[in-house]
């Protein structure tokens, strides 16, 4: 069964780096998301992206935050500046354009900023 | 703006017996509902959703859910639970009109005690 996966596991950076999380969306899907989970709290929307152009951001997502699909299968989510406070489980879900509102994810990323 | 409260962090079971995963929502529009289940080390699974018609949902794995137009709430059950149950379990909601985020409630640990 096709499935999204994702790159790293686990990303430990120190504050102030760069990181680009990656992930595989399912081949025919179209639209992508990034969601995120700090320990112990909800799962928090952070970006969908449709058509090569971002279609929908929270507050969260601000200038330190961007995404890209820099070729037909990866999807990454680059956080420019990292701060303590970025350390979460990041989740990457697609979904197709088949009318079934279910989107997939991916296992996570667990991203440490020490 | 949309929210999802789910009661109960924490829910011991023993095996065999019945469960019911509580969630209640907010919203100001319409919203789908979902349930997603997250076995440890993977992402989240959707275990059913609720767009229209009957209100009580068949998912995977033996589970239901009943939506509560009145009481704003869509209750996860099961009548018999398995130690293969034993997940995190999240109830989300996503506007039908417009914006396709979804918003998660902080998520309910089930455990099967044999």
């Known amino acids: 069964e096709p499935e999204v996966t994702q790159t790293p596991s686990h990303q430990v950076t120190q504050m102030g780096q760069e990181v680009i999380l990656r992930c595989v969306p399912i081949?025919?899907?179209?639209?992508f998301y990034w969601y995120r989970q700090i320990l112990g709290q909800k799962v928090e929307f952070l970006v969908s992206?449709?058509?090569?152009?971002?279609?929908?951001k929270s507050e969260i997502f601000d200038d330190q935050f961007s995404v890209e699909r820099p070729d037909g299968s990866n999807f990454t989510l680059k956080i420019r500046s990292t701060k303590l406070e970025d350390s979460a489980m990041y989740f990457c879900?697609?979904?197709?354009?088949?009318?079934?509102?279910?989107?997939?994810f991916g296992p996570g990323t667990r991203l440490t900023v020490t | 703006a949309q929210s999802v409260t789910q009661l109960d962090s924490q829910v011991p079971v023993f095996e065999e017996a019945p469960v019911e995963l509580r969630c209640n929502y907010s919203?100001?529009?319409?919203?789908?509902l979902f349930w997603y289940v997250q076995y440890p080390n993977q992402g989240l699974q959707l275990l059913l959703k609720?767009?229209?018609?009957?209100?009580l949902v068949k998912g995977i794995n033996g589970f239901e859910a009943e939506f509560n137009k009145s009481q704003t709430s869509f209750h996860l059950r099961k009548p018999s639970v398995h130690i293969s149950d034993t997940a995190e379990y999240f109830c989300?909601?996503?506007?039908?009109?417009?914006?396709?985020?979804?918003?998660f409630g902080q998520g309910t640990r089930l455990t099967i005690n044999p």
């Open positions: 992206f449709y058509n090569n152009e971002i279609s929908e």
């Open positions: 081949s025919n899907h179209l639209y």
């Open positions: 919203s100001s529009v319409s919203v789908y």
């Open positions: 989300a909601v996503r506007r039908i009109q417009g914006a396709q985020k979804l918003v």
């Open positions: 879900a697609s979904k197709g354009d088949d009318g079934s509102y279910e989107q997939y």
């Open positions: 609720y767009l229209s018609g009957s209100t």
